[in-house]
């Protein structure tokens, strides 16, 4: 006699929904109280920190540092062609 597996609440639960790399939703069942299922992100421990730390700045990139290393790079030049024209 073959066992009948009751499958019917697994196939109503939730589909994950990420996409894949063919383009298709995923079709695993979402993990419970999450979005996803477990290979996409919905597993424990997965995700960003709290606080989300990774999004801090340390500030090379702003608009002052930016114009800061410009002026370096102006003052090497112009030290530079001193440099040459001592030589020649």
Do not use: W
Not at 34 to 42: D, E, L, N, V
Request: with cysteine; net charge positive; hydrophobic share 25%.
């Amino acid at each position: 006699m073959a066992h009948k597996r009751n499958t019917g609440p697994m196939m109503s639960s939730p589909r994950c929904g990420a996409k894949t790399r063919s383009g298709t939703p995923c079709n695993s069942p979402a993990v419970q109280g999450k979005k996803r299922c477990r290979m996409h992100g919905g597993a424990q421990g997965s995700g960003a920190p709290k606080g989300n730390k990774n999004a801090f700045k340390d500030g090379a990139y702003t608009k002052a540092q930016i114009e800061e290393y410009r002026e370096v790079g102006r003052a090497i030049r112009e030290l530079e062609a001193s440099l040459r024209s001592l030589k020649s």
